[in-house]
């Protein structure tokens, strides 16, 4: 089946550094990609619809100059959490939807990130 | 997106079947249903989709009635790896964000 990828699987930084977390779909294009975020114990939240050439379409409460997201191609969206803060220390999880099956969609397998 | 109550949690031990069901009243007539299946510090995993009656797969079986206001993801013969979180997702158009809620949480003891 369909597979995404993260990059990287887990980060520790500094507060106030930059980091970034990328989602690719492996073996098929996708032209939407979602991100969402995971605190422990916690269902995944919606954070934001990365757009394909296109700018990205942000929940409400999500601020869109701290997590900054960026669709560079067809397989490939970034998460840029910006002037990280120990309050962003999450799961962060992207998706993509499936290219063939109706209302599915595809998980990469996530990335925690841990702001010291 | 309609929608849906699913137990907290879920006991049960090895060999076990379990079912957990799913409430979702508000179903539009396009609406599928889909289960997705979570372990600790890891992205959902796709089980199973349908729309009504029975599906079955490798995994799991779905149970819909006529009324599909409801559905039954069936688990046979459990093993202590299936101890995960069980997520019940209604509706959505395709390739649109997907809502989770609490999802059901099993346990599965030996």
């Known amino acids: 089946g369909a597979v995404v990828s993260q990059h990287p699987s887990w980060v520790i930084c500094k507060s106030g550094t930059s980091v970034k977390i990328e989602c690719r779909s492996l073996d098929f294009q996708a032209t939407t990609m979602f991100w969402y975020r995971q605190f422990p114990k916690q269902s995944l939240m919606l954070m934001a619809t990365?757009?394909?050439?296109?700018?990205?379409?942000?929940e409400q409460g999500v601020e869109k100059d701290k997590f900054l997201i960026n669709h560079a191609s067809l397989t490939l969206s970034t998460l840029t959490v910006t002037s990280a803060h120990p309050e962003d220390s999450s799961f962060y999880i992207c998706?993509?939807?499936?290219?063939?099956?109706?209302?599915?969609?595809?998980f990469g397998p996530g990335t925690r990130l841990l702001v010291l | 997106l309609a929608k849906t109550t699913q137990p907290i949690s879920m006991d049960s031990y090895e060999g076990q079947e379990v079912n957990i069901t799913c409430s979702h009243n508000?179903?539009?007539?396009?609406?599928?249903i889909t289960w997705y299946q979570q372990f600790p510090s890891q992205g959902p995993r796709f089980i199973i989709q349908?729309?009504?009656t029975k599906v079955t797969n490798e995994v799991a079986s779905l149970f819909i009635p006529a009324d599909r206001k409801s559905s039954t993801l069936s688990l046979p013969r459990v093993s202590l790896s299936d101890t995960a979180v069980y997520y019940c997702?209604?509706?959505?158009?395709?390739?649109?964000?997907?809502?989770f809620g609490k999802g059901t949480t099993l346990s599965v003891s030996s």
């Open positions: 508000n179903i539009a007539t396009n609406d599928y």
């Open positions: 990365s757009n394909e050439g296109s700018k990205a379409t942000y």
């Open positions: 349908g729309y009504k």
């Open positions: 997702l209604v509706g959505g158009q395709a390739g649109t964000a997907l809502i």
């Open positions: 998706s993509a939807p499936s290219p063939t099956a109706r209302e599915t969609q595809y």
